[in-house]
């Protein structure tokens, strides 16, 4: 497995792979890897001939205030997790952004609302990076988690608008055995906040029964799920929203085709999201 943390170096790689008729696959990260991560590169390697992984904390995607200085590192893990699932390249640069640097890619709409109502200029920090490292690992395919499901839009977004030659890949959620969705953040939860952060996929699996009961009103869905929530006496509601899958506008009226169940919770200074698809098999997309 080759490590490089030269933007140059990896952009030569890229270049004399593609030349050699090769497929990239890459899959970016911010590193402290887990399951989550680890089933995203099993799905780069099924598909292509070279797996790129880069291990990057982007400042840029961290407002004033949020954990950037505190988000968990471990580096040699993450290399060690990497080369366990076969990866070809890691790419861990120190910095990627010159002192003068004054570009950002902005995806209006899809960014206003979820994550992006609170989280200001995250989603801003997130196509401006994920752009640059798409330039430099010039990848086929890219795969990104489905747990973040705001950002995998605006990456299919960005992509779409900007005639990016790149196919964007979902992966599926990692659970643990509580339910509890895999996360880097997961680390900063104490064993009782843990405990009750299993309330979001249970709350989750209650909302799908409803459906599946012949519930169609969002407000009833969502307040449900919001007072199932706020049962535990440690979280705090974000937001729990029922939005249309492609638009992420909120869903009026009956529901009547599929639609995302999301939401932010807080547990102390942790925020964890989560989502559903609601309908799938009962209602016509
Ligand atoms: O999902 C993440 O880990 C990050 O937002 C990403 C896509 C690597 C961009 O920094």
């Not at 797996?51 to 505190?70: C, H, K, M, R, Y």
């Not at 060690?80 to 890619?105: A, K, N, Q, R, W």
């Not at 960014?111 to 989280?119: E, F, Q």
Request: glycine share 8%.
């Amino acid at each position: 497995m080759l490590h490089l943390d030269n933007s140059g170096d990896l952009h030569r790689w890229s270049r004399a792979a593609l030349g050699r008729g090769q497929t990239i696959a890459f899959v970016p990260t911010m590193g402290y890897l887990h399951e989550g991560h680890r089933s995203l590169m099993r799905i780069a390697r099924e598909r292509a001939d070279q797996v790129v992984v880069s291990i990057f904390v982007n400042p840029l995607q961290f407002a004033a205030g949020e954990d950037l200085d505190t988000y968990p590192r471990d580096p040699e893990a993450d290399l060690h997790i990497c080369e366990s699932e076969g990866v070809d390249l890691v790419f861990m640069p120190g910095d990627l952004y010159p002192s003068d640097f004054s570009t950002t890619v902005v995806v209006e709409g899809l960014t206003n609302g979820l994550c992006g109502a609170t989280r200001e200029g995250h989603f801003d920090g997130v196509a401006t990076v994920v752009l640059k490292l798409f330039n430099l690992v010039r990848p086929t395919m890219a795969v990104f988690g489905q747990k973040d499901f705001q950002q995998l839009q605006v990456v299919r977004r960005m992509v779409r608008d900007l005639d990016l030659d790149i196919q964007i890949v979902g992966g599926p959620i990692v659970r643990d055995s509580d339910g509890v969705a895999l996360s880097s953040r997961n680390a900063y939860l104490s064993s009782e906040e843990r405990a009750q952060a299993a309330i979001l996929n249970k709350s989750l699996i209650a909302a799908d029964a409803q459906v599946r009961a012949g519930e169609r009103d969002p407000e009833v869905l969502v307040e449900a799920v919001r007072q199932a929530v706020q049962a535990a006496p440690l979280a705090r509601v974000d937001y729990v929203e029922l939005v249309d899958a492609g638009s992420l506008e909120p869903v009026t009226g009956r529901l009547d085709r599929p639609a995302l169940l999301a939401l932010a919770v807080r547990f102390g200074q942790t925020r964890l999201i989560d989502n559903r698809v609601l309908g799938e098999e009962q209602l016509q997309a």
